[in-house]
């Protein structure tokens, strides 16, 4: 049971470049998050999924994408990447519940950083 | 004004000491509250939930002011491997949502 894991861990971009972060969850969660950290900044959300083939705008969602066509998978994807974009990029993933905010399991991170 | 606002310190305290560390909330429709721990370059991972009755988890308790909107979280009888950022953590009302404070970093020196 790996849990959440993410790939890559490391990259460097250049300004313009485009690339996809995987995220994937073992544990049958229905949602599932993207998430960066920046310092001083804490986590903030990017996008998030509250099922498979569904997708929602978080607090930052500029500049990038995401899908979810399987539910242990959620991709995120960036276009165009800009020196704003270098940061630490975190996924997480919850289970589904109606009334109660479950706890959120995080992958290690994917340290990105656009030149 | 953030939404959720902590002490970033850093907070250095010796071995056995008790510390401390607080946040402030601003949506007062925020219904689930936790706090997070952070290991310097890792993922943030729960430390524990925390209730309106205030709960307690070993050395560590939790106390909830919803009328404050405030969240303390003590630790008694400090470890060298409690050192860690300590996240206040808020449901963002009713969205299946959640919103992470900056943090506070803890270093305990034996």
């Known amino acids: 049971n790996a849990g959440v894991t993410q790939t890559p861990k490391f990259r460097v971009l250049k300004t313009g470049q485009s690339m996809t972060l995987l995220c994937a969850q073992d544990?049958?969660?229905?949602?599932m998050y993207w998430y960066r950290q920046d310092p001083g900044m804490g986590l903030r959300l990017i996008h998030y999924?509250?099922?498979?083939?569904?997708?929602a705008k978080g607090e930052v969602p500029d500049g990038y994408n995401v899908s979810r066509l399987k539910k242990q998978n959620f991709l995120l994807g960036l276009e165009s990447a800009a020196p704003s974009q270098t940061s630490v990029y975190f996924c997480?993933?919850?289970?589904?519940?109606?009334?109660?905010?479950?706890?959120?399991?995080f992958g290690p991170g994917t340290r990105l950083t656009v030149l | 004004r953030k939404e959720v606002e902590q002490d970033p310190g850093p907070f250095n305290v010796p071995e056995g000491a008790t510390v401390a560390f607080n946040c402030t909330y601003s949506?007062?429709?925020?219904?689930?509250f936790f706090w997070y721990r952070q290991d310097c370059r890792k993922e943030p991972k729960l430390l524990m939930s925390?209730?309106?009755s205030g709960n307690e988890d070993g050395r560590f308790t939790a106390q909830l002011n919803r009328a404050s909107q405030y969240i303390s979280l003590l630790i008694r009888d400090s470890k060298l491997s409690d050192s860690a950022t300590y996240l206040c953590?808020?449901?963002?009302?009713?969205?299946?949502?959640?919103?992470f404070g900056s943090g506070t970093q803890l270093t305990v020196l034996p």
């Open positions: 544990m049958n969660h229905e949602y």
């Open positions: 953590v808020v449901n963002k009302g009713s969205a299946r949502q959640l919103t």
């Open positions: 999924s509250v099922g498979e083939g569904t997708t």
């Open positions: 925390v209730y309106s």
């Open positions: 949506n007062s429709a925020s219904q689930s």
């Open positions: 997480a993933s919850s289970v589904l519940s109606l009334r109660f905010y479950n706890e959120q399991f």
